[in-house]
Structures are given as C-alpha cells and as structure tokens.
C-alpha cells in the first residue's frame, strides 16, 4: 500500500510558476513509474507527465518545455515544476504512483495508487 500526498498548489498570476510535490510512504518508492494529472472543471483526468522508476520522463504536448517532472528517490517524492503558467492550466493536479510488469508477455499494472489533489489556479 502507497500513501500520496500532494502540496504547493495555489492561485498564481499568468506566466508565474509554482512547484508541486507529492510524497509517497508505504512502499519501496524507487519501483514506482510516478506521474501528474490534472482535471480540470467538466474534463476529464489527463496525463500531464510521467516519470519510470528508471527516470525517462514524458509530457502531455501542451505542456512540453513549461513544466518539469523529477524525482528524489532518497525523498520518496516526486515534483512538478511549473513555469510560464497559462489559465488553461488550471485544474486539480493528482499524483499517481504505478508499478507494472510484464506477465505472461503483457504489460500489466500491478498496483495503481492516488493522491487526494491539490488546486492549481491561473488568474489574474
């Protein structure tokens, strides 16, 4: 069992940035692909990035070069950096820990664990 728990969400102006955390206990972290969401108002989830247990890292396109995914396996937390924030990035950011394996030749996801989210709003 995986707890998350998120922090450093809030209401920033346009172009500002802000640094989300997410901090696991429970398990043993470094095997968790960790990943953000975020859904905003009458949408649905969407993958904003997402970090393996080895460190490749992937964004959503609309995204890409404004924000940041890393981790600290010596922290048991993964960030979020966002920088050059839009109103469109307003939304509930969820922290997402999985692990998966292969089994039997497919891909299979283990265990699947999230966080309670934390409000990001862009505005002026």
């Known amino acids: 069992q995986v707890q998350l728990v998120e922090s450093g969400g809030g209401l920033v102006q346009p172009g500002g940035s802000l640094r989300l955390s997410c901090v696991a206990s429970?398990?043993?972290?470094?095997?968790?692909?960790m990943g953000w969401y975020r859904q905003a108002p009458g949408k649905e989830r969407e993958l904003v990035a997402r970090?393996?247990?080895?460190?490749?890292?992937n964004y959503a396109d609309s995204v890409k070069g404004r924000l940041t995914i890393s981790r600290d396996n010596a922290k048991n937390t993964v960030y979020l950096q966002m920088n050059s924030l839009k109103p469109e990035d307003t939304a509930v950011y969820y922290c997402n820990a999985v692990m998966s394996a292969v089994v039997l030749g497919t891909p299979t996801v283990l265990e699947d664990y999230w966080g309670q989210g934390t409000q990001v709003t862009v505005s002026s």
């Open positions: 970090i393996t247990s080895g460190g490749s890292t």
């Open positions: 429970g398990s043993i972290f470094s095997r968790y692909a």
